[in-house]
C-alpha cells in the first residue's frame, strides 16, 4: 500500500494547478479587454495593389477619358454597333475603339460603372 500516492496530495498539486490557470486566463481577459497596444497598419486592398502593377497596358477606353465619358453617358440607350458609329463619327482613328474591345471593356468595367452613373443621377 506504500505505493499508492496520498489522494489529499493529488488533490492538493490539482487545485494549485488550477489556481494557476485561473490566474493565466484572468490575466489574458485582462489584456483582451484593454485591446492592442501594438501600432497596426491600415488592410491593403490586394486587388488595388494588382490593378495599378498588372502588366501590359490600358485599354484605350480606359486611357482616354473623353472616349469613356461619351460611352458611360450613352450606354444604356445605345447598341454597341450604335455606339461604335458614334465613336467613329466624333472621334479620330487613333482614338476610336473597335467593337470587340468595347465588348471586353463592358463585361469587365463598364457595366459596374454605367450602374454607379445611373445611381449618381437619381
Known amino acids: 500500500m506504500a505505493d499508492r500516492p496520498d489522494p489529499r496530495a493529488l488533490a492538493q498539486d490539482a487545485l494549485a494547478e488550477l489556481d494557476a490557470a485561473r490566474v493565466a486566463l484572468t ?3 485582462t489584456a483582451l479587454e484593454g485591446g492592442l497596444q501594438c501600432p497596426v497598419k491600415g488592410a491593403s486592398n490586394a486587388a488595388t495593389w494588382r490593378a495599378a502593377h498588372r502588366p501590359g497596358r490600358l485599354s484605350r477606353i480606359e486611357s482616354d477619358s473623353d ?3 461619351r460611352i458611360l453617358a450613352r450606354i444604356q440607350r445605345l447598341t454597341f454597333d450604335q455606339m ?3 465613336i467613329r463619327s466624333n472621334f479620330p ?3 476610336q475603339a473597335s467593337r ?3 465588348h471586353r ?3 469587365r ?3 459596374f460603372a454605367a450602374a454607379s452613373t445611373a445611381n449618381s443621377r437619381l
Open 109 to 111: 468595367t463598364g457595366k
Open 27 to 29: 490575466n489574458l481577459a
Open 105 to 107: 471593356w463592358w463585361h
Open 93 to 95: 482613328p487613333e482614338r
Open 84 to 86: 461604335i458609329d458614334e
Open 100 to 102: 470587340s474591345s468595347l
Open 67 to 69: 472616349l469613356r465619358a
